[in-house]
């Protein structure tokens, strides 16, 4: 099977998040990036797949924040290709965004796309089943399993509670994964590098990206807290003798 | 203009999943025309309680379970036939394989992780929770992905909606064939019963940290339950999973250690007795749920708390 992997930069929310001056959007120019968690899981998933089964993996990302070493750092895990996508300024919405990997997908050949099953900036919708739509190909998210049955795959979606649904599914077909049966593979720093030096980054353009207009930003804000929470401070014994009140009070 | 506003309903395994009345509550205090749409087999029955002022019901083999391109298709049509200009879909598991589609095919703005509704404003959660963003459609006309538990379900249910039932697409030579329903196996430890559950999450860091929380959850007499980046690393089994793909909980007591508060996580937690959040982030968004909140390093707190105990 030969897979594409759609992978992005999003901000590392261990950072503290600001609203820039126009309100709409976050403050870029502090934050750290990373890649999507869930397309790490995408990745890990498609190399599983891939050493079961043979094929290729191709990594492919839309030029932006970081992206170089994201890509390269899915060379180093085992990608075979590693494709950028210039032409998308700023920051696109998924529907664009969308359009932009549907473009450049039409030259390239696979059977699956694994992305992840979304991204914690989803404001118009996940990007894999958009990507699906304007490819006009079958869909399937919350994907916690893929194997390859016959000429087709065998998968697995989650519901609440834990509960799996399982689909037989022609090929080709776009997969949005939730969690890849092995936690994603570690690559060291150094390994990066030497993937760094060694694959050739290939880079395709946007094409056109005109979609429907969307709904309008009006106003990026701090969720107001509820404020109910009782915030409990002093040293650690002092919390914990606190602590304990409280719980055995409602016990 | 007034609305008329679809809301897409959501079963699994005959029952009809609470964000289904959540949303038709929603709609009907946006206001305009509800039509409820149900897509099953012989699943009419299930519209017996549904609030809205009609029901739309396609019956349907392919139509009995899930499947997202049988009932993408036919939400389509519907769609078109129809033309309602606002569509209510569950943030959900099934209604994300409808939502962008129903968005790209009818050319309708969508926007997902919707916390609140009005006719013409959206509020999503982005980031984890930790901002939300006011989106705004001039003509009304837009999908809006609904996080469950968002609104209440009493205001959904009602009786006497009259029910007119469509045509099923063409289904035939479908891509994606539904095979079955797997139950998760059965653990050890039922967190649903529990009266304390001390939840971890990534915080914890590593796998041996779990003993810390083990001794504290051992000594309340309680249970560990945990999010979801703990059972995806197999640290703990899928039973002890608390949110949207794993399981509602309820105890007197919900110890939140290391726990960002991400909505997937909240849908699971938030309507226990007394939660406790311990974070060391000041602006995790789990503090907007807890009664008291500690934002000292957990490794320090909770073998504290354990001896106090
Ligand atoms: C379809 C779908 C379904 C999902 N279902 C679920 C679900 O059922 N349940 C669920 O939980 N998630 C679910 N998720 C995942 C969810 O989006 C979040 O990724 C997840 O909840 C985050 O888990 P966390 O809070 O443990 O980790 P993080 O968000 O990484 O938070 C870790 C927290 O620990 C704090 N911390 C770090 N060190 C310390 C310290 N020393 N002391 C104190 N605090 C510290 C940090 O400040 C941070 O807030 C789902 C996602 C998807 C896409």
Known sequence: ?251 | MSNKIFVIAEHLNGQVEDITYEMIGKAKEIGGEVITVLLGSGAQNLAADFGSDKVLYVDDAQLANFNPEAYCKTIVQLCHAHAPNIVLVGNTSQGMDIAAGVSVACDMPLVAYASDVTADTITSQLYGGKMSVSSHVADGRFIAAILAGAFDTEAGKGSGASIETADAPDLTGLKIQFKQLVAPEGGDVDITTQDVLVSVGRGIQNEDNLEIVQALADKLGGALSSSRPIVDSKWLPKTRQVGKSGLKVKPKVYIAVGISGAPEHIEGMKDAECIIAINTDPNAPIFDYAHYGVTEDLFDVVPALTDKL
């Open chain 1, 1 to 251: 099977m030969n897979i594409i992997v759609p992978i992005k930069q999003v901000p590392d929310l261990v950072e503290e998040l600001e609203v820039d001056s126009s309100g709409k959007s976050l403050d870029r120019e502090w934050l750290k990036f990373k890649v999507n968690e869930f397309d790490d899981h995408a990745l890990e998933e498609a190399l599983l797949l891939k050493e079961d089964t043979g094929g290729t993996v191709t990594a492919i990302a839309l030029d932006g924040d970081d992206i170089d070493k994201a890509l390269f750092a899915a060379a180093a895990k085992g990608a075979d290709r590693v494709v950028k996508i210039t032409g998308v300024d700023g920051a696109p919405t998924n529907h664009q965004a969308a359009k932009a990997f549907a473009n450049a997908l039409s030259s390239l050949d696979y059977d699956l796309v694994f992305t992840g099953v979304q991204s914690v900036e989803d404001r118009d919708g996940q990007l894999g089943v958009l990507l699906a739509h304007y490819l006009n190909l079958p869909h399937i998210s919350v994907v916690t399993g893929v194997s390859v049955s016959g000429s087709g795959v065998n998968v697995q979606k989650e519901y609440g509670g834990g509960v799996i649904a399982e689909f037989e599914a022609a090929t080709p077909i776009v997969l949005g994964i939730q969690a890849a049966r092995e936690t994603p593979r570690y690559v060291p720093v150094a390994k990066v590098r030497r993937a760094m030096r060694s694959t050739e980054m290939e880079e395709m353009t946007a094409g056109d990206i005109s979609v429907g207009a969307g709904a309008e930003i009006q106003r990026m804000f701090k969720p107001e807290s509820s404020g109910s929470a009782e915030m409990l401070s002093g040293s650690a014994e002092e919390i914990a003798s606190t602590l304990a009140d409280i719980i055995k009070n409602k016990m």
